[in-house]
């Protein structure tokens, strides 16, 4: 048999003769061209592991990867969530439930994308949040923007803040340090001894706010691992609310959305120092 589906919608194709790969999926699998070519068009179609958006020839025992059901995402208006524009950066307050760039299966619903469509101008990403954090996150306008930016980042030369809500009481105050498994997928496992395949996670829990249902927390991240905070704090025994991923409890928002948002980023930049503040503070109701 040339294919297979997976539970998650992906088909994996293997042609046994040459031709346009639209009709000799369509053919085999009995799925219509027209939605084949609307998910190519959409980035979730990959020949022998590179995305392609129209129905070119192929040859026999080439690979395809359809992803049939691709993660789909909100449309936002953005301009409105625009922070601070220099002349090279552009400073955004990401939303929650939108991911920062082209995902695997969805090439067109992110933040870095929809920017450039609504704003009609081109920009480069630096660092992303995670799809269900919302927050600051910094574009640049030019290619050596982007590198200047990212090696300032490099050499931990960026200051990033967040906020989360835990349960009361939350974790105790100050400096935190585990190690986090190299792996690709999440949830990601921290513990607090180093073991060979682990790398370093620092972070310093500045501020503990009760807000009589939970904790606010102001967090200095020091690394930036992925899925850091969120794993930490997990470990603590005070996972972020609505965060399914790092807690038993079940999300509102099928995890798109968790109570974790970078507040405030401070770097230097052409000799002037930027501090970028979100002056409304993190709440359940906003």
Not at 178 to 185: G, I, L, P, Q
Not at 238 to 262: G, K, M, T, W
Not at 269 to 278: A, F, P, T, Y
Request: charged share 25%; with cysteine; glycine share 4%.
């Amino acid at each position: 048999m040339p294919w297979k589906k997976t539970d998650t919608g992906i088909v994996h194709f293997v042609s046994n003769s040459a031709g346009l790969w639209a009709q000799l999926v369509s053919e085999e699998i009995h799925f219509e061209v027209p939605k084949l070519l609307a998910l190519a068009e959409f980035g979730s179609v990959y020949l022998n592991d590179s995305r392609i958006f129209e129905n070119i020839m192929i040859k026999d025992q080439d690979y395809l990867r359809i992803h049939t059901n691709p993660r789909r995402f909100p449309r936002i208006e953005l301009q409105n969530r625009i922070i601070l524009e220099t002349d090279h950066l552009l400073i955004v307050n990401k939303p929650a439930g939108l991911p920062c760039h082209p995902t695997v299966d969805n090439l067109k619903e992110n933040l870095w994308i929809d920017l450039q469509l609504q704003l009609n101008k081109t920009f480069f990403p630096t660092h992303r949040l995670d799809v269900p954090t919302s927050g600051l996150i910094v574009l640049t306008k030019t290619p050596e923007a982007q590198i200047t930016f990212q090696n300032l980042l490099k050499e931990k030369k960026v200051r990033k803040v967040y906020q989360a809500l835990v349960n009361n009481p939350g974790p105790e105050l100050g400096f935190h340090e585990h190690y986090m498994e190299k792996t690709r997928y999440a949830p990601k496992t921290v513990m607090d001894r180093q073991k060979p395949n682990t790398q370093v996670c620092q972070l310093n829990i500045l501020k503990k706010e009760n807000l009589e249902k939970y904790t606010r927390l102001e967090i200095e991240l020091i690394t930036g691992r992925t899925h850091q905070i969120r794993a930490q704090l997990s470990y603590l025994g005070f996972p972020i609310l609505d965060d399914s991923l790092y807690s038993d409890a079940e999300s509102r928002n099928q995890d798109e959305v968790i109570q974790l948002r970078c507040q405030f980023l401070s770097f230097l930049w052409q000799n002037q120092l930027l501090e970028i503040h979100l002056n409304k503070p993190l709440d359940i109701k906003n």
